[in-house]
């Protein structure tokens, strides 16, 4: 199966869009972890609900990151919901390993360029048939100390699908520490604004997508796969203690929200929406 899509596409989208810095930024080797929960939601034409909870724990450096994700899902009414057996809990877990390597380097004073490549397993319990490639490169040009363009590619295999998608962004005062600033792009859009030199409010809007390689014995789909498609909004708060220890939390709201059931052999079976749900995030950073 191949996708090909246009999109504005923010500069990061190999990193699962969990790094937002520009490139000058992605060289400060760093230690994150992020929680979040979406509450309570039914499935469209059905009295079954879910609660997704997610932990992850990345590192990032100039030349590398690496990075491990895991999902809990708490279901209710499962004899309601549209896929399972009606008796066994139809996903209890995901678990997902990256790991990538990148380059980035200044050309002068207005170009720099950046390359990625990155390899991603996600599964419920066998790893086999799970890995995805992703492959980036952009060039990133600064039009003057406020506004910046990134122009580039993105691919990605896995075996549900080959996705390409062009690459462009436009990101206004990211770098200040004072006053108003925005991102425009695909997967998270934002404006923000400083209300001092530590604290910046934020606003916005992001997507993120997760292909699960279901177990042998899954009662949705035996070695199957799930799609997981989220569109959230989100307002928070980011505060930098000092130059090296940051937190941020955000109230989460769903927007859309897809979970795509396929075959073994990557056919699609089942199209399922979940209904909009609030949420909450917490993300800690650590900067050497």
């Given at each position: 199966?191949?996708k090909?899509?246009?999109?504005?596409?923010?500069?990061?989208?190999?990193?699962?869009?969990?790094e937002?810095?520009?490139?000058?930024?992605?060289?400060?080797?760093r230690v994150?972890?992020?929680?979040?929960?979406?509450?309570?939601?039914?499935?469209?034409?059905?009295?079954?609900?879910?609660?997704?909870?997610?932990?992850?724990?990345?590192?990032?450096?100039?030349?590398?990151?690496?990075?491990?994700?895991h999902?809990?899902?708490?279901?209710?009414?499962?004899?309601?919901?549209p896929?399972?057996?009606a008796?066994?809990?139809?996903?209890?877990?995901?678990?997902a390993?990256?790991?990538?390597?990148?380059?980035t380097?200044?050309?002068d004073?207005?170009?720099?360029?950046?390359?990625s490549?990155?390899?991603?397993?996600?599964?419920?319990?066998?790893?086999?048939d799970?890995?995805?490639?992703?492959?980036?490169?952009?060039?990133?040009?600064?039009?003057?100390?406020?506004?910046?363009?990134?122009?580039?590619?993105?691919?990605?295999?896995?075996?549900t699908?080959?996705?390409?998608?062009?690459?462009?962004s436009?990101?206004?005062?990211?770098?200040?520490?004072?006053?108003?600033?925005?991102?425009?792009?695909?997967?998270?859009?934002?404006?923000?604004?400083?209300?001092?030199?530590?604290t910046?409010?934020?606003?916005?809007?992001?997507?993120?997508?997760?292909?699960?390689?279901?177990?042998?014995?899954?009662?949705?789909?035996?070695s199957?796969?799930?799609?997981?498609?989220?569109?959230?909004?989100?307002?928070?708060?980011?505060?930098?203690?000092?130059?090296?220890?940051?937190?941020?939390?955000?109230?989460?709201?769903?927007?859309?929200?897809?979970?795509?059931i396929?075959?073994?052999?990557?056919?699609?079976?089942?199209?399922?929406?979940?209904?909009?749900?609030?949420?909450?995030?917490?993300?800690?950073?650590?900067?050497?």
């Open positions: 199966m191949i090909v899509a246009c999109a504005l596409t923010f500069a990061c989208i190999v990193l699962q869009a969990e937002k810095s520009p490139p000058q930024k992605m060289i400060e080797p994150s972890y992020e929680s979040t929960y979406l509450g309570d939601a039914n499935i469209v034409d059905s009295d079954g609900s879910v609660r997704v909870y997610k932990n992850q724990l990345q590192v990032n450096h100039d030349i590398f990151s690496l990075g491990y994700s999902w809990k899902f708490d279901w209710d009414q499962l004899q309601s919901l896929f399972g057996d008796l066994h809990t139809p996903l209890s877990q995901i678990h390993f990256q790991a990538g390597v990148h380059h380097q200044k050309i004073d207005q170009w720099s360029y950046f390359t490549l990155s390899l991603k397993s996600t599964f419920e319990k066998e790893m086999e799970s890995f995805g490639i992703n492959l980036l490169g952009f060039a990133s040009y600064r039009l003057n100390n406020e506004h910046s363009i990134q122009i580039g590619g993105f691919a990605n295999y896995h075996p699908e080959t996705l390409v998608l062009p690459a462009l436009y990101s206004y005062r990211e770098r200040y520490k004072e006053g108003w600033q925005f991102v425009l792009g695909f997967p998270r859009t934002h404006v923000g604004y400083h209300i001092d030199e530590k910046l409010m934020r606003l916005g809007m992001m997507f993120s997508q997760s292909l699960v390689r279901l177990s042998d014995e899954s009662v949705i789909q035996r199957g796969y799930v799609e997981a498609k989220d569109y959230l909004s989100n307002l928070g708060i980011t505060y930098e203690f000092n130059k090296h220890f940051s937190l941020s939390t955000d109230l989460l709201y769903t927007i859309k929200r897809e979970f795509i396929y075959d073994s052999s990557a056919n699609e079976v089942q199209n399922n929406t979940i209904k909009n749900a609030l949420g909450a995030n917490m993300r800690l950073v650590y900067r050497f």
